[in-house]
């Protein structure tokens, strides 16, 4: 018997089901393996430097550059998922991502590495652009925010994995850190087997004008009374100049300021994390380390409880004013205060996790679909470009200005984040995807009598 149209339901407005669940689990395993990746390379530094006898210029190159590589990635591969398609993109990323892999098991010289962590980066980077984009067009909105904000979570499990594998093969002899580095092609490889069979998103098929594909896709996976939305948003260019045309330049704007802003300081401290611990006194083996990491995990499930209850502008402005004043705190705390230095640490640590879930929230909610892969992915480069530049400069900031002015350009980073969070910060929680394209006073400053209470 035919469904009755009283009876059918868009796909916005559905209950999360297993199709959400297995999305957003393909989509974060490049979380996982990004968190993996970039936790392990501090580690294998330690072991690269005296063997290759690296100077701070190629510690810095090695350790940004897999950041080069997602800045490239995002940038290259969302624009092109937005004209062939997201599947295609989604489906074929991870096959860089082996292969590099396992051919960083075999670098003999630091050029011939980091030119293969630029390989892994780049199939890292058009993953996020594509991931989000293909998550986000599949959740229905009132699950939008958690799904796309739990990749933190995904990431930091990565990150604090690699911790663990770091300490333990650390001592496994001179070629310990080829099976650290090549050890991410384990899960690059499960996770591309997986991803075998995805769907197209039915969102870009409508913009593509395949309707009946489109519907298809939305019956199979969710049920013949679920329907797509049949309204259209006005097809825009697909060049990346419409990001800076007077429709979009404020949501371009913001969504990379602000993600350049948190994940500089993040990728910049926490790659050299070990290095870090010993220069402002503290002890950089397990029981530091244990600690932080573990703080890492409970902020990122933290900040998917903030990400459902508080506003997103709300949130951001807040961790933004949080994170500056740990980093301004530290950068005048005379040394001898180890245990305060701890305690700033654990917060900022805390803090910074928490509010990254937003960097996975705000880009994917701020495009219409045509150009939604091209937004996400123009904004997540920006940040890769930003946290390359910060990462890859680190060492020789250390050793020219010292760990006290480095922090505080760090913080003055973070300041400038919520100086542009308080601008242009938009209000996207609840906001449906389909008309998204039309929505400018969204993404205008907030009236202040909106901006009163920030949680509810």
């Known amino acids: 018997m035919a469904v009755s149209r009283q009876a059918q339901v868009s796909m916005d407005d559905i209950p999360l089901n297993a199709f959400h ?25 330690v072991q690269l430097t005296p063997q290759m ?55 003999q010289t630091p050029e011939q590495l980091f030119w293969l962590r630029v390989l892994v980066g780049i199939g890292l980077g058009g993953d996020y652009s594509v991931g989000h984009t293909m998550l986000a067009e599949f ?18 499990l990565g990150y604090v994995s690699a911790t663990f594998v770091g300490h333990r093969m650390a001592d496994f002899g001179p070629d310990a850190w080829r099976w650290l580095l090549a050890s991410s092609a384990l899960p690059a490889v499960m996770i591309m087997l997986l991803r075998i069979g995805t769907p197209e998103s039915p969102r870009w098929l409508m913009q593509k004008g395949h309707i009946s594909a489109a519907h298809q896709v939305v019956q199979r996976c969710f049920g013949p009374h679920v329907t797509l939305n049949d309204e259209i948003a006005v097809a825009t260019s697909h060049h990346l100049k419409t990001l800076f045309s007077p429709q979009y330049w404020r949501r371009t704007a ?38 932080l990491n573990a703080l890492l995990v409970v902020g990122s499930v933290v900040g998917i409880g903030m990400t459902v209850y508080c506003s997103r502008r709300g949130f951001l402005i807040g961790a933004f004013v949080l994170l500056t004043l740990c980093l301004l705190a530290m950068s005048v705390m005379p040394s001898g205060h180890a245990s305060l230095v701890l305690l700033l640490f654990a917060v900022f640590t805390l803090t910074i996790s928490a509010v990254s879930n937003l960097v ?33 400069l680190l060492p020789l900031s250390i050793l020219s200005l010292g760990v006290h002015l480095t922090t505080l350009i760090l913080a003055g980073v973070l300041l400038l984040g919520a100086i542009v969070s308080i601008l242009w910060a938009p209000e996207t929680k609840g906001l449906t995807l389909v008309g998204a394209s039309s929505l400018r006073p969204e993404l205008r400053p907030v009236p202040i009598a909106e901006r009163q209470g920030a949680c509810r």
């Open 139 to 156: 959740s229905p909105r009132k699950h939008r925010g958690v799904l796309l904000g739990s990749f933190s979570v995904i990431w930091t």
């Open 21 to 45: 669940i297995k999305m957003a689990g393909l989509t974060f395993g490049a979380h996982l393996t990004d968190g993996y990746v970039l936790g392990m390379i501090g580690f294998a530094l």
């Open 254 to 291: 913001f969504n990379s300021l602000f993600f350049v802003c948190l994940v500089v300081p993040y990728f910049a401290i926490y790659t050299f994390l070990p290095s870090i611990l010993a220069i402002v006194g503290l002890n950089p083996g397990m029981p530091a380390d244990l600690l």
């Open 53 to 107: 006898g690296l100077t701070p210029f190629w510690q810095g190159m090695i350790g940004s550059s897999a950041l080069i590589g997602l800045f490239i990635g995002s940038l290259l591969l969302g624009w092109l998922s937005d004209h062939i398609g997201r599947q295609k993109i989604f489906s074929c990323s991870f096959i860089i991502i082996t292969l590099a892999s396992l051919g960083q098991f075999f670098a």
């Open 360 to 392: 996975g929230v705000f880009p994917a909610e701020s495009f219409p679909t045509d150009i939604r892969s091209l937004g996400v992915g123009f904004a997540t480069s920006m940040s890769r470009l930003g946290s390359a530049i910060g990462t890859g």
